[in-house]
């Protein structure tokens, strides 16, 4: 195990210099990111909108990290956290109650 660490940081410590110019390189999203949600953030119910956003996102399994952070980017922290945890629980929610639905249908065809 410790010879692998050891390669594994020499490699890093060799490699360090090359991974910083690629992402100095890359292009911002930044402006990317303000385009697409400045609608929301300039909209008296985008908080709402983004939620609803959220949860059909998150009930359909898919990772919600990058929804989180333009939530946090675009709305702050304290409405950012409200629309996470809730639209994280109604996502999974709304994802066992539709899966259970068609289980129960499934069940009454087989009957």
């Known amino acids: 195990k410790a010879a692998s660490f050891v390669a594994f940081a020499a490699g890093l410590v060799v490699a360090w210099p090359h991974i910083l110019d690629f992402y100095q390189r890359m292009p911002s999203l930044k402006p990317l990111i303000n385009d697409m949600i400045s609608p929301l953030k300039e909209h008296p119910l985008g908080p ?47 994802a066992f109650l539709f899966f259970r639905a068609v289980r129960v249908a499934k069940d009454a065809r087989q009957q």
Do not use: D, H, M
């Not at 919600?64 to 629980?89: C, D, H, M, Q, W």
């Open 48 to 94: 709402l909108i983004f939620f609803f956003g959220f949860v059909v996102y998150s009930s359909l399994g898919l990772s919600t990290t990058p929804v989180e952070t333009i939530s946090g980017y675009t709305f702050g922290l304290r409405t950012s956290s409200v629309i996470n945890t809730l639209g994280k629980a109604t996502g999974a929610a709304a």
